[in-house]
Every structure is written in C-alpha cells, then in structure tokens.
C-alpha cells in the first residue's frame, strides 16, 4: 500500500474502523487506533495524554481518541493543508448507530464526503447500512488504484452511481474491472 496523500491513508483507516465495530460492537480505543495506524504504515512519533502522533515519509497524522469519539486529522508531512482529511468516528445516540466519515479540511477541492457516503452502522445489529466505498491503495504501470472488493462493488452498483468517483466525486470512466477519475487522477481496481 502507498501512502503518498492524505486520502491514501483516510480511505483504508476509515475501512478499517468500520470493520473494527461491526465485528467489536464499540469505536476502537487508542491502543486498538494504533495498532490500526501502525498496520497501515505509519510510525508512532509522539503519544501524550489524549494525543498521538504518526508520520510516514509524505503524511502526518494526530489522533485523538476520547470515548465517544474518535478523530484522526491526516495532513501531507509538507504542511500543505488544502488536502488535509479528517476521519470522524462516532455513536450517534439519536441515530441508534455509529458513523465514520471522512471529511475534507478543504470543501473546493472534493465534493462532499470521501468515499461517496459515510459508514453506519446500526447500534443493535451492527449491519451496515450504507454504501460507502472504501478500500485501499495500490500503484502498478497504470498508475495509483482504489482497490475495492468486489462486495463493495457490487453494493455500489446496486445502490450508487458507479460513474461517480469515490475520491473527488468527478466522472469515473470504467474499462472492464478499472476505472480512471478524468479529475483527480486516481484509478478505481475492482478485486476479488
């Protein structure tokens, strides 16, 4: 997996918290986050009350996990903030279900939340029951992919508009199991 952008690490990390309460039935704690950051990649710098930070060779993220909710802001390690992401996790009591989304520091350059639609999860049976599409990131000849199950796919087909690209909300244009966003760049793989 490369780490080369703030949405490289907020796609997979948000995935993973996602997976991490259906199966647990709770946000993770701050051990449970690092171990989820640490597997991803990223090297633990400073941790202190409240507080951690991480850093690979092109991001920096601060994680700070508090009960109920979980922050995790993901920034370029050049400071550069108009990329900036933060993924949010939370139990949204009125609901009756957590959430996790990933939201942009800067709203001209994405439309809306990263991965088309946050995860909930229900409360009580912890089924999901959104669409998003998350996955994590690979690099080949063709360039730098969203690998997706084919689970994900196949939910997305059916509910969303698979035409829209996960990571900016430009237009998909797909050839076979590929796709290549014609605004950001970034490809979509299905896999699996």
């Not at 909930?120 to 999901?128: A, P, R």
Request: charged residues 30%; contains cysteine; glycine residues 12%.
């Amino acid at each position: 997996m490369r780490l080369y952008e703030p949405v490289t690490l907020a796609m997979p990390l948000a995935k993973g918290i996602g997976e991490f309460i259906m199966r647990e039935g709770r946000l993770p704690d701050g051990d449970e986050l690092r171990g989820m950051l640490k597997s991803l990649g990223m090297e633990e710098s400073c941790l202190d009350r409240g507080l951690a930070l991480y850093r690979s060779r092109f991001l920096i993220a601060l994680a700070f996990p508090r009960g109920e909710t979980l922050v995790v802001d993901v920034i370029s390690s050049s400071g550069e903030l108009s990329d900036a992401l933060e993924v949010i996790a939370y139990n949204d009591k009125k609901l009756g279900a957590f959430v996790v989304e990933i939201l942009p520091t800067n709203d001209l350059e994405y439309e809306g939340n990263i991965g088309i639609e946050p995860i909930i999860i229900d409360g009580k049976t912890l089924e999901l029951e959104s669409n998003p599409v998350l996955g994590h990131f690979e690099e080949d000849e063709d360039g730098l992919f969203l690998v997706i199950a084919r689970e994900t796919y196949e939910r997305w087909r059916g509910e969303g508009d698979v035409h829209t690209c996960p990571v900016c909300g430009g237009e998909l244009a797909w050839k076979g199991e590929k796709a290549r966003c014609q605004d950001c760049g970034y490809g979509v793989r299905v896999k699996g």
